[in-house]
């Protein structure tokens, strides 16, 4: 195997999966190439020292009821890492008032009345126990947008006041614009399978209660120290030749292979492999399959991103926060004085994970959502002070930071759109024609860290075979 190459294109986690599975697959042999734009690894996975501390300024947490990560934590002998929430409860503000995040919801859609009785007006809990005797829903196989769709069924306030938060600090997205089928399959199931109300569709999907005594698998996971040993760990055992701050500016077919233009424009660099995995966002992608897959790059360029930002805020020790392990904010919440909120969310992290507890408080303010650019065109300084401002507002506390992180994730998320699970199989059914090219990335089937674990691995597993069956051929 010590005539292969294959290149992986994008250094995020998607990219480092494959690259990791590529040399399980291929064995020490083969060569493996990560191009990767930034300055350095990792994509969405970053972790800095913010008052001494190591702080995730982006991902900070992976689905633990997924088994792809916890399985990949294991598999790198990092499991000694892995923590788990606090079980400190989260909390919404909605309507002027902040409470806690309902239990008995699928992503805030209700599974019953009294679920959300503390969150919705009078009238809002009327809409909600009517609509199981509306005519039932009949999706026919259709994606509809989740803010009509709960518009049409509850009325404005369940989308305002829960699901658009929630939908919100998953997506930096509007209800409005997102797709059901792509954002809440188990919801777009139960209705296909023929349950007509979205209350009982969502009583469906709840977990069953714990046996008496028992508990609840953790819903989350993160590793102590930060993700980025996650990067770091698939950096060294993929043991792929990592090239940063290079852009791949072109893509081309050879007759056994693949062509990439690398670097600048002026002194551009030609590097030739047997396969690739691109494991890049949606505009990227999109301009490298123009030519090749120009079928897969009108898919891709369907699908629109979000842009948001981080401030992490590290306060002086003892400065006591509310026993939450955060708030999400509905979009239009204001302040007392009519001020709007600039966040539309915090994570109380000294609090949520117990590894930070005991030194500087950690804050993390969240900033953006989809088609909100006037947020985001504050500088640094101003986007500290209207946080601090809504950190103020919400919990009392007015401390001066010793410590201050802004990061910015410009496109950072895709946005599943109506039909997007349409979107994904045009580009995967284009780029199967395509021997020795697969896709990766948050664009294809979820955003979290688990999802896009899975797409690198079947990536890699899809070039391997096509590079190991030339070989043996």
Avoid: N
């Avoid at 199967?432 to 090219?437: E, H, N, Q, S, T």
């Amino acid at each position: 195997m010590s005539d292969v190459h294959v290149a992986v294109v994008g250094g995020g986690i998607s990219g480092l999966v494959a690259a990791h599975r590529l040399r399980c697959l291929l064995g020490p042999g083969a060569r493996i190439t990560v191009l990767e734009q930034a300055d350095r690894l990792g994509g969405k996975l970053r972790t800095e020292e913010v008052a001494g501390l190591a702080c995730d300024v982006g991902a900070e947490a992976f689905l633990h009821r997924r088994p792809e990560a916890g399985e990949l934590v294991a598999e790198l002998d990092l499991a000694e890492r892995l923590r788990h929430p606090t079980g400190a409860p989260s909390t919404i503000r909605a309507g002027g008032e902040t409470r806690p995040v309902p239990a008995h919801t699928l992503l805030g859609v209700p599974a019953s009345v009294e679920a959300v009785r503390g969150v919705l007006s009078p009238e809002g809990l009327r809409r909600v126990a009517a609509e199981p005797h509306l005519p039932p829903v009949e999706l026919a196989g259709a994606d509809v947008a989740v803010g009509a769709l709960l518009r049409e069924r509850f009325g404005p306030e369940v989308g305002d006041r829960l699901v658009g938060p929630l939908l919100g600090g998953v997506y930096a997205g509007r209800p409005d614009a997102l797709g059901l089928r792509a954002t809440m399959p188990q919801l777009a199931a139960a209705l296909d399978a023929g349950v007509g109300s979205l209350l009982a569709a969502a009583a469906t999907t709840m977990p069953a209660p714990p046996q008496p005594h028992g508990r609840r698998p953790p819903v989350f996971g993160t590793l102590a120290g930060g993700l980025s040993a996650l990067v770091d760990r698939l950096a060294e055992v993929s043991a792929a030749r990592v090239r940063l701050g290079l852009p791949v500016r072109g893509l081309a077919r050879r007759e056994r292979g693949w062509r990439l233009e690398i670097g600048s424009a002026a002194a551009p660099e030609a590097l030739d492999v047997d396969g690739v995995v691109l494991a890049v966002p949606a505009p990227a992608a999109r301009k490298l399959l123009t030519a090749v897959a120009p079928a897969a790059a009108e898919r891709y360029a369907q699908v629109e991103v979000a842009s948001m930002a981080v401030v992490t805020l590290a306060l002086p020790p003892g400065t006591v926060l509310p026993e939450r392990s955060g708030v999400l904010l509905a979009e239009g919440e204001r302040h007392a004085d009519g001020t709007p909120f600039a966040a539309k969310a915090f994570t109380f992290s000294s609090g949520k994970w117990a590894h930070l507890a005991g030194g500087p408080v950690l804050v993390r303010g969240s900033a953006g959502r989809h088609g909100d650019v006037a947020v985001l065109q504050r500088d640094d300084e101003d986007l500290v002070a209207a946080v601090r401002a809504d950190l103020a507002e919400l919990t009392g506390v007015t401390a001066p930071p010793v410590d201050v992180r802004v990061t910015r994730w410009g496109g950072g998320l895709p946005q599943y759109g109506v039909g997007h699970l349409d979107v994904v199989r045009g580009v995967e059914d284009a780029v199967a024609g395509l021997p020795g090219l697969a896709v990766a990335g948050a664009t294809l089937h979820g955003v979290g860290i688990p999802a896009c674990i899975a797409t690198g691995d079947a990536a890699a597993a899809r070039v391997a075979a096509h590079v190991l069956g030339r070989v043996r051929g």
